[in-house]
């Protein structure tokens, strides 16, 4: 729940957000406290608490503290004492930087996993599976996975684009139609280059899909389908990269769900896509001249 709220931050109201920093920051102890006690923490009223309660999606207070008592009672604790929640510290020995980058690696792969709708997926992949081509867009950190999922979608033999640069992303939107699916990832949601070019590609007719840790970003606004991460900002000063491992678990599960629709030619590309690249696999075979 609080990944989701998370998620939601920007769209709220300055009030709400107030109130969804302080259930962020303590998911359990607000499920102990009474609705006078959350409004008087956020220093806002009663009945803002409730409007915050329904902007994300709940029935009230009641249904919030019932959610959040349910997810902190389900929480996975860091492993010990050398996992950080916030900075690290200057003295942080090795080990200790090993352990928390693995904890908060290992809880986005796991939150996103439990938010990722299975329905949306699936849309998703069918459209991938009948496009005729597929443009991924990203900058930044989110241009590493997008030329990630390029590569892992042109080897199971579908035909896939990645851009350097906006004005190659722009134009190759600009010639996407109906039938073709353009995917635009952003952790954030507001890199406006992704926005643009993802608007272009929509005004061709063609399907766009949003990578997102927020669902009602405007990139998510100009998206047919929006794909949500749960990567939760754990607060490190020298910027964990908690995103990028929640956004590649979502595109592993894209691919794979592409693949098992047509697995005689997913066997296919990979035999193909494997030979071609054997023989310069060093003890595999000689490199051609």
Same mark, same amino acid.
């Given at each position: 729940?609080?990944?989701?709220?998370?998620?939601?931050?920007?769209? !709220?109201?300055?009030?709400?957000?107030?109130?969804?920093?302080?259930?962020?920051?303590?998911?359990?102890?607000?499920?102990?406290?009474?609705?006078?006690?959350?409004?008087?923490?956020?220093?806002?009223?009663?009945?803002?608490?409730?409007?915050?309660?329904?902007?994300?999606? !709940?029935?009230?207070?009641?249904?919030?503290?019932?959610?959040?008592?349910?997810?902190?009672?389900?929480?996975?604790?860091?492993?010990?004492?050398?996992?950080?929640?916030?900075?690290?510290?200057?003295?942080?020995?090795?080990?200790?930087?090993?352990?928390?980058?693995?904890?908060?690696?290992?809880?986005?792969?796991?939150?996103?996993?439990?938010?990722?709708?299975?329905?949306?997926?699936?849309?998703?992949?069918?459209?991938?599976?009948?496009?005729?081509?597929?443009?991924?867009?990203?900058?930044?950190?989110?241009?590493?996975?997008?030329?990630?999922?390029?590569?892992?979608?042109?080897?199971?033999?579908?035909?896939?684009?990645?851009?350097?640069?906006?004005?190659?992303?722009?134009?190759?939107?600009?010639?996407? @139609?109906?039938?073709?699916?353009?995917? @635009?990832?952003?952790?954030?949601?507001?890199?406006?280059?992704?926005?643009?070019?993802?608007?272009?590609?929509?005004?061709? @007719?063609?399907?766009?899909?949003?990578?997102?840790?927020?669902?009602?970003?405007?990139?998510?606004?100009?998206?047919?389908?929006?794909?949500?991460?749960?990567?939760?900002?754990?607060?490190?000063?020298?910027?964990?990269?908690? @995103?990028?491992?929640?956004?590649?678990?979502?595109?592993?599960?894209?691919? !794979?769900?592409?693949?098992?629709?047509?697995?005689?030619?997913?066997?296919?590309?990979?035999?193909?896509?494997?030979?071609?690249?054997?023989?310069?696999?060093?003890?595999?075979?000689?490199?051609?001249?």
């Amino acid at each position: 729940m609080a990944v989701h709220i998370s998620g939601l931050l920007p769209s !709220l109201s300055p009030a709400e957000q107030r109130v969804a920093r302080l259930v962020v920051a303590d998911p359990g102890g607000v499920s102990r406290r009474t609705i006078t006690d959350l409004a008087t923490a956020a220093e806002t009223s009663e009945a803002t608490v409730v409007r915050f309660c329904r902007s994300i999606g !709940l029935d009230g207070y009641p249904h919030l503290r019932i959610r959040l008592a349910a997810d902190s009672a389900r929480r996975r604790e860091p492993p010990d004492a050398r996992v950080f929640s916030g900075d690290v510290p200057p003295d942080a020995d090795l080990s200790a930087i090993i352990a928390t980058v693995a904890f908060h690696h290992a809880r986005a792969v796991e939150e996103t996993a439990r938010r990722l709708d299975p329905i949306v997926c699936e849309q998703v992949a069918a459209a991938i599976v009948a496009a005729g081509r597929v443009d991924v867009y990203g900058v930044g950190a989110s241009g590493l996975v997008a030329a990630a999922a390029q590569r892992k979608l042109q080897r199971i033999g579908r035909t896939t684009c990645c851009f350097p640069d906006v004005h190659s992303a722009l134009t190759s939107a600009a010639l996407l @139609g109906r039938g073709d699916v353009a995917v @635009g990832v952003s952790h954030t949601g507001t890199t406006s280059e992704v926005v643009e070019v993802l608007r272009q590609a929509s005004g061709r @007719g063609a399907t766009t899909v949003a990578l997102t840790n927020f669902p009602r970003s405007p990139l998510a606004g100009v998206a047919d389908l929006v794909l949500a991460t749960a990567a939760h900002e754990v607060g490190h000063r020298y910027g964990l990269p908690v @995103g990028e491992p929640a956004q590649l678990t979502v595109v592993d599960c894209l691919v !794979l769900a592409v693949a098992v629709r047509d697995r005689e030619g997913v066997e296919r590309s990979l035999s193909v896509t494997d030979e071609a690249v054997r023989v310069y696999r060093m003890g595999q075979g000689r490199r051609r001249a």
